[in-house]
């Protein structure tokens, strides 16, 4: 079956990975990737997935269903390099590759963030869920085949939800999404080299303090990102999401619903 990242150009540099961050979504991510890119790094998170827009959207959607729901030959090291070719820290993309990663780009450091996994199951509960019944309810499921950015996206999480959860839906696949993130984190414990990884904690407390040593960078005297940053948050709902969504919707349907499916795209995006 023909991969959409065997059609793209091959880059003509590949910047050398310096971090490779094996956490979870809802376990500080975004911060982090925030905190990085003060630090001087340019950091690749599913942030810059959507803001890459479509192609970006597919070739993470091509990489989770080739590897797990047998889409096609799984992507070794040139798809990554040739997918992440411009950016030198990944943050929540490993998680689903996490053998991948520690093979491809050892001279990188390592670092994983665990949360207590109640705590994230809750945060799954309050933020994911409503993105995962809005992808496969009206206006979302219909405006996707108008828009293929929004089909891109429906699609994205289609095979999170399926990848993520067993195919048992979020419900019934929380407990099997659970065990995962516990063993997944040990995975990586044991596998990652001890001079080169560094685990923390969310509950025990995550920020400079903790990250600056192990990157051999100083501590900015500005605080460490807390939260979503709204502007940015808003500034992608406003110049990416919502340009597709209200478009096609006009195009379709008229304004009527407009609001609500702004309304929503915002509350996913908005939340930590």
């Known amino acids: 079956m023909s991969r959409l990242i065997d059609r793209l150009p091959t880059p003509e540099k590949v910047k050398e990975k310096k971090l490779i961050v094996f956490s979870r979504s809802r376990v500080g991510t975004f911060s982090l990737y925030q905190a990085l890119k003060m630090l001087g790094y340019t950091p690749y998170h599913m942030y810059e997935v959507v803001m890459n827009g479509a192609t970006h959207i597919d070739l993470f ?17 040139a798809e990554f390099d040739k997918w992440l070719a411009n950016y030198n820290a990944i943050v ?4 689903f590759f996490i053998e991948e990663f520690l093979e491809y780009y050892p ?21 994911i869920k409503d993105v995962l019944t809005a992808c496969r309810s009206f206006p979302m499921n219909t405006i996707q085949y108008i828009d293929p950015f929004i089909k891109s996206f429906v699609n994205l999480h289609d095979a999170f939800e399926e990848v993520m ?7 019934g696949g929380m407990e099997d999404a659970k065990r995962d993130s516990i063993a997944d984190g ?8 001890k001079d080169q990884f560094l ?18 960078k100083d501590i900015p005297k500005t605080p460490y ?3 979503n940053a709204p502007a940015e948050f808003q500034g992608l709902v406003k110049n ?33």
């Open 107 to 127: 001279n990188a450091k390592f670092m994983l963030v665990e949360r207590d996994v109640n705590a994230w199951e809750r945060s799954l509960n309050n933020t």
């Open 61 to 77: 959607d091509e990489a989770l269903r080739c590897k797990y729901l047998g889409a096609g030959k799984p992507y070794g090291k």
């Open 165 to 171: 959860f067993h195919g048992k839906g979020l419900q």
């Open 225 to 227: 990102p807390i939260g």
């Open 240 to 272: 990416v999401i919502g340009p597709h969504v209200t478009g096609s919707f006009l195009k379709a349907f008229g304004t009527l619903m407009v609001p609500i499916v702004g309304i929503g795209m915002w509350s996913y995006m908005k939340r930590p």
């Open 92 to 95: 929540e993309i490993p998680q």
């Open 199 to 216: 685990a923390c904690t969310l509950e025990g407390g995550f920020g400079w303090d903790q990250i600056c040593p192990f990157l051999d």
């Open 186 to 193: 040990k995975k990586v414990k044991r596998l990652a080299p």
